[in-house]
Nanobody, 121 residues
Framework: QVQLVESGGGVVQDGGSLTLSCAAS????????MGWFRQAPGKEREFVAA??????AYEDSVQGRFTISRDNAKNTVYLQMHSLRSDDTAVYYC????????????????WGQGTQVIVSA
């Protein structure tokens, strides 16, 4: 069983930057695919980024603006977000699975509680 706790959300101005963190409990963190999803009000949860070792994927709209990274020694995955826009406003969720880097939320078994990101004009 893995427990995930996100932090780092907040309010940032349009064009600004923010880094989210997700701390995981449990062992063998490096074996897990770790991903980030987001859900805006009135919209479905959508994929943002995921990684395991050198296998990394990004959603098209964040490619080049967001970077997923992880510190396996600290059991933590990060999402660095730059050039933030109003349409990045959402609750951001950290997720994990043992199978594969996937853009599908149903492939992830473990979820954090979410952290709110608001990008203001």
């Amino acid at each position: 069983q893995v427990q995930l706790v996100e932090s780092g959300g907040g309010v940032v101005q349009d064009g600004g930057s923010l880094t989210l963190s997700c701390a995981a409990s449990g062992r063998a963190f490096d074996a897990y695919v770790m991903g980030w999803f987001r859900q805006a009000p009135g919209k479905e949860r959508e994929f943002v980024a995921a990684s395991r070792n050198k296998d990394i994927a990004y959603e098209d709209s964040v490619q080049g603006r967001f970077t997923i990274s992880r510190d396996n020694a600290k059991n933590t995955v990060y999402l660095q977000m730059h050039s933030l826009r109003s349409d990045d406003t959402a609750v951001y969720y950290c997720a994990g699975n043992l199978l594969r880097v996937s853009r599908v939320a149903e492939d992830y078994d473990y979820w954090g509680q979410g952290t709110q990101v608001i990008v203001s004009a």
